[in-house]
């Protein structure tokens, strides 16, 4: 199925010929997916190792986490932890725990904390060692954020030493009220001793639970009158080796998912119970709306003036709703302080479209975390975007850079939950996945080598999708008179010396495509007259792929489906000829489809190239054999040369000589 689909997107962008190849296709980039099929290929669980493949910097001895959880929602946890140091690296990764909390919702207490000397000595954390800080998410914008970090800072931490400590949180305000939800995972790189995981809860309450890899775990303190305790454990679990382009650990580690929400459309309307009143249009709103789309007519051309102002105008301040409070602030709060969350940015965003009569619903999504969404129904959202029925698109206004309609490859290929329903549409939907739409780069080289065997370039680059929101961004950042700069450094990172300029366009300016133009001038490049080779320009790195044994891969792959076209003219000086190009290549597997076409144009050479590969976030192990085997046809392909004489050269030396007699 894969292979066919890489076929099929190829087959788009060669349309009309690949020198004028499209990678857009007709419908918007970022128009919803109703259902995407899992890949039961790849296993919950990634099975311990028999032994440590690799040293810890630091080993978990101890961890116990005990929950009790009240009908309301409310809850109390407990957690004891004991860490041994064993690397410098260790030293450094636990001289200090950072505990965060919700002020307005929670309490924290540290109940203990000391060092163990390798020596057997015990080092109580004095209380000037504990003190608190807000979070810096906050910083910048107080009242958008009541988190605050309780930091414990151990002493006399060598290799050798343990850390214990403990604290117990007190939440006492649902962030949903009525409902408790959720995940615990252990990383398959750690070094885990003894775990102990509990939830203790009303013997009636609905508690739905999901783990992999964990075991049943009775405690031994028996439940109260009319409550029921459930645990789990880990005992004894060495580090795992780690392996390249892996996802997440969560993905294939022990885990558990508790929730008492029923199913994810649940979750939704928890959230909208919270929130639907900040999004009413009051005349400040209306008012607004009006002004950013006065003399634009359309619904759509209105909601893109919309969408365009308020990624312009309300600085993203990034407080996921997941610590703090899920309750966004009012529209008008909003327009005032210029600045907000992801919660507030998509009321704010609802209020103007619904002022000019367009319906946008918020949609909860885990941006950029692990994809890989429970069975049960448990809040691993941190994040809002919108959802716009009429035209069945989602669009984040917090990206600051993301033209209408496109999206961040951190949203993409995602489960979402809208917060309310939509007429005919389904609760639980996906954005768009990976793939020509979404992520792509489309180049064009128009480069020549001179009398002297220097080479002038002049090229062009756009991204797709994702790939155009981040050049956007990068682009952002760069001060004029940076770019001869950033093109020279570029150069000595390709092992070359030369000069260069780019020129680029405003990053902000959504009604226009992002174009970056760069002009390189690289002495030497050629031997000229010749006979000589060389590589043709903008050759390169275009997939990453490990070496070693596909076979013995165990872990998944974060896989991204992408395509990229790159159209090249290499001129060479008048009266050169060519004794040999590059032969084509069209090469197709699992992991996508690679093809290039060379062709001479009197002294030119005119190359085109397109990469198109599949993946929608999460691949199977197995697929490292097929992806290996399309970056060795890419590699080799782009390390082909043209073989050349310049002008004036005879070729006589290709014949054949007699050998010479003893």
């Not at 894969?2 to 788009?12: D, G, V, Y």
Request: hydrophobic share 40%; charged share 15%; aromatic share 8%.
């Amino acid at each position: 199925m894969r292979r066919i689909a890489s076929t099929l997107a190829l087959a788009t962008l060669l349309a009309a010929g690949i020198a004028h190849a499209q990678l857009l296709p007709a419908a918007p980039a970022s128009t919803a997916r109703a259902t995407a099929t899992p890949d039961h290929t790849i296993p919950e669980v990634i099975p311990a190792p028999a032994r440590a493949e690799v040293q810890s910097a630091s080993s978990n001895l101890l961890l116990e986490d005990a929950y009790r959880i009240e009908r309301s929602g409310a809850f109390t946890e407990t957690v004891t932890r004991s860490v041994r140091i064993n690397t410098v690296a260790g030293i450094s990764e636990w001289s200090s725990v950072r505990l965060p909390y919700s002020v307005s919702r929670q309490k924290l207490d540290v109940l203990s904390a000391w060092v163990s000397t390798p020596d057997g000595k015990r080092i109580e954390v004095g209380k000037n060692q504990i003190f608190t800080k807000l979070d810096n998410a906050g910083v910048g914008a107080p009242m958008f954020s009541d988190t605050e970090l309780r930091i414990i800072v151990f002493p006399q931490l060598a290799v050798g030493a343990t850390l214990h400590y403990s604290y117990r949180i007190d939440t006492h305000e649902a962030l949903f009220p009525g409902q408790f939800s959720d995940i615990e995972s252990y990383s398959r790189y750690g070094d885990w001793g003894k775990v102990r995981l509990s939830y203790d809860i009303p013997a009636d309450l609905p508690f739905h639970v999901q783990s992999y890899g964990m075991q049943a775990w009775a405690p031994t303190t028996p439940a109260g009158s009319g409550r029921k305790l459930i645990g789990f454990a880990l005992d004894n679990v060495p580090p795992m080796a780690p392996e390249t382009i892996a996802p997440s650990p969560y993905v294939f580690s022990p885990r558990v998912m508790v929730s008492t929400f029923p199913d994810y459309a649940a979750i939704g309307d928890a959230y909208w119970a919270r929130a639907q009143a900040m999004s009413a249009v009051t005349p400040e709103v209306r008012k607004l709306a009006d002004a950013i789309t006065r003399g634009i007519s359309g619904k759509r051309a209105q909601a893109v003036a919309i969408y365009d102002w308020v990624s312009k105008h309300i600085r993203y301040v990034a407080v996921y709703f997941g610590v703090g409070g899920v309750v966004p602030h009012d529209a008008a709060t909003v327009i005032a302080n210029r600045y907000g969350d992801c919660k507030d940015h998509a009321t704010l965003l609802e209020a103007l479209l619904a002022a000019k009569g367009i319906d946008a619903i918020g949609a909860l999504i885990n941006a950029g975390g692990p994809n890989r969404p429970p069975q049960v129904a448990a809040n691993h959202f941190n994040h809002i975007i919108t959802y716009l029925p009429q035209w069945h698109l989602f669009v984040d206004s917090t990206v600051g850079e993301a033209p209408f309609g496109e999206l961040p490859g951190s949203d993409l290929g995602r489960q979402v939950v809208l917060v309310r329903a939509a007429p005919g549409e389904p609760r639980v939907m996906h954005t768009p996945g990976f793939g020509p739409a979404t992520m792509g780069l489309i180049s064009d080289d128009h480069s020549e080598i001179t009398a002297d065997g220097s080479l002038i370039a002049r090229s062009s680059e756009r991204g797709v999708g994702a790939t155009d929101i981040g050049m956007r961004g990068n682009f952002l950042s760069v001060r004029p008179g940076q770019e001869k700069y950033i093109m020279q450094s570029m150069l000595a990172s390709r092992g070359m010396q030369g000069t260069g300029d780019m020129q680029f366009g405003n990053p902000l300016d959504f009604a226009t495509p992002f174009v970056l133009r760069m002009q390189v001038k690289v002495p030497a490049f050629a031997q000229l007259p010749g006979p000589a080779a060389v590589t043709i320009p903008g050759s390169g790195t275009w997939i990453n792929v490990p070496g070693g044994d596909a076979a013995g891969r165990r872990l998944p792959l974060a896989c991204t489906g992408s395509a990229r076209v790159s159209n090249t003219h290499l001129r060479f000086p008048p009266g050169s000829h060519f004794i040999a190009i590059p032969p084509p290549v069209n090469f197709s597997n699992s992991a996508g489809h690679y093809q290039a076409r060379y062709q001479l144009a009197g002294t030119s050479v005119i190359a085109e190239r397109s990469l198109v590969t599949t993946g929608d976030g999460l691949c199977p192990a197995s697929d490292l054999a097929a992806l290996q085997a399309l970056a060795g046809v890419i590699g080799k392909d782009q390390r082909a040369q043209v073989l050349y004489a310049g002008p004036g050269v005879a070729l006589h030396w290709l014949q054949a000589q007699p050998a010479a007699q003893p």
